[in-house]
């Protein structure tokens, strides 16, 4: 089973900030097969990236993924207020799929 | 539009049995893989079970194999999953979801399973 870890586990920054979310693999995630996902309370979580770096439909340019092997990095470059959520990362290279912790953004 | 709309969550015993249900519309159900993901009270997302189109190929988490059942009709455009011998550890909200090619493109909203005495 790959394990991933995320950090930091809480991310506090104000709006306009740039934000660095980090997933580190136990093992390498084969064919940068790693997607990113924002879940607000309340809320089923929103498919953000995949494939490690293409956005999925509807998701606005200030979110960027980027990694390989085992370590990707989601990059939010301007926190916009509903941008304050927790953010997980997910492997689909192998069964049982995987999630990191998560990675709260919380405002500053 | 794609909709997900999961039920048939509520209050059980443990030892006790469940099955929710996710009704699917907006897309074509026969096209996709799907899943279940569950989340415990304040806790991260844990997959839990996916199936292909047909049917014809399961995987289970380990903490639930042998006591949960994923299943879907097509002619319904309906996904199950029958739960068994149910344990506190099994209290979360439970998610269906797509599965493309690995990944999660549209969630239901979820259903809460309390499994308590």
């Known amino acids: 089973e790959i394990v991933l870890t995320q950090s930091p586990g809480t991310l506090s920054l104000s709006p306009g900030e740039r934000a660095t979310l980090s997933c580190r693999a136990s093992?390498?995630?084969?064919?940068?097969?790693l997607a990113w996902y924002q879940q607000k309370p309340g809320q089923a979580p929103r498919l953000l990236i995949y494939?490690?770096?293409s956005r999925a439909t509807g998701i606005p340019d200030r979110f960027s993924g980027s990694g390989s092997g085992t370590d990707f990095t989601l990059t939010i470059s301007r926190l916009e207020p509903e941008d304050f959520a927790v953010y997980y990362c997910?492997?689909?290279?192998?069964?049982?799929?995987?999630f990191g912790q998560g990675t709260k953004v919380e405002i500053k | 539009e794609v909709q997900l709309v999961e039920s048939g969550g509520g209050l059980v015993q443990p030892g006790g049995s469940l099955r929710l249900s996710c009704a699917a519309s907006?897309?074509?159900?026969?096209?996709?893989?799907m899943i279940w993901v569950r989340q415990a009270p304040g806790k991260g997302l844990e997959w839990v079970a996916n199936?292909?189109?047909?049917?014809?190929?399961?995987y289970y988490v380990d903490s639930v194999k042998g006591r949960f059942t994923i299943s879907r009709d097509n002619a319904k455009n309906s996904l199950y999953l029958q739960m068994n011998s149910l344990r506190a550890e099994d209290t979360a909200v439970y998610f269906c979801?797509?599965?493309?090619?690995?990944?999660?493109?549209?969630w239901g909203q979820g259903t809460l399973v309390t499994v308590s005495s």
């Open positions: 979801a797509t599965d493309y090619y690995g990944y999660f493109q549209h």
């Open positions: 907006g897309f074509t159900f026969t096209s996709y893989w």
């Open positions: 199936m292909n189109q047909a049917g014809s190929e399961k």
């Open positions: 093992q390498s995630v084969s064919r940068s097969y």
């Open positions: 494939g490690a770096s």
């Open positions: 997910q492997q689909y290279s192998s069964l049982p799929r995987t």
